[in-house]
């Protein structure tokens, strides 16, 4: 049973640029969020994805936004980036309507310079 | 919004100690989840308990719901078991649950 996966791992770019995230859930979930952690914090809430459209939204610019597609995987996407984007993202799935555990992924490690 | 604390925020021990982790929570919630987060970043699931007691090996875990609080106990500790320890609630159920809310974590440290 494959767990929740991300790609990439590791990433770094420069200030301006756009940068695309990917995360595949986990089998058998169709809900995605995104979270972001910076370092020595907790990972804060960035948006949620289900039945392909954004349901919920943690307070973060339009800069960031995401899709998800019908196989229910999903992508972050972040435009502009400024240095202080940098961080760990992270991926979570779990089952809409069902009360349960959200499960994580490795995330993705963004360096902005 | 609910705030999430977790105490303490560090905590040094000795191989074979004991401990207990606490998170406190502002207002009533349906999702209450431990994680461990390893050196290379991942978040660990150990107790989804928004209620109640649970135990997995060297773990445990309760939650007070009534009273908005929820321990981790650690028997005989490892240094394997290094890393930050994180409390997460949410308040939402059905469609709307999936926002997770963290407390600062509680940074671990097992010396051998």
């Known amino acids: 049973d494959a767990g929740v996966t991300q790609s990439p791992t590791h990433l770094i770019k420069t200030r301006g640029q756009q940068v695309t995230l990917r995360c595949s859930p986990k089998?058998?979930?169709?809900?995605v969020s995104w979270y972001q952690q910076a370092l020595g914090q907790g990972p804060q809430f960035i948006f949620q994805y289900y039945e392909e459209e954004e349901r919920q939204r943690g307070n973060f610019p339009d800069r960031f936004s995401g899709h998800q597609f019908p196989n229910y995987s999903s992508e972050l996407n972040v435009n502009a980036l400024l240095l202080g984007d940098s961080a760990l993202y992270l991926c979570?799935?779990?089952?809409?309507?069902?009360?349960?555990?959200?499960?994580f992924g490795e995330g993705s490690r963004l360096t902005v310079l | 919004g609910i705030q999430v604390e977790q105490s303490p925020p560090d905590l040094i021990l000795q191989e074979g100690a004991n401990s207990t982790l606490r998170c406190n929570f502002s207002?009533?919630?349906?999702?209450l989840q431990w994680f461990h987060q390893n050196p290379w970043g991942q978040l660990i699931n150990l107790f989804y308990?928004?209620?109640g007691t649970k135990q997995n090996g060297r773990l445990s875990a309760t939650t007070v719901a009534t009273e908005r609080y929820s321990l981790l106990y650690i028997s005989s500790s490892q240094t394997t078991d290094s890393g930050v320890y994180f409390c997460a609630v949410d308040r939402n159920y059905g469609g709307s649950q999936g926002n997770l809310i963290f407390g600062k974590g509680t940074k671990l440290s097992v010396k051998p």
């Open positions: 207002d009533s919630v349906n999702n």
């Open positions: 308990i928004p209620s």
């Open positions: 089998s058998g979930h169709d809900t």
């Open positions: 979570a799935s779990s089952l809409a309507w069902s009360p349960g555990e959200l499960f």
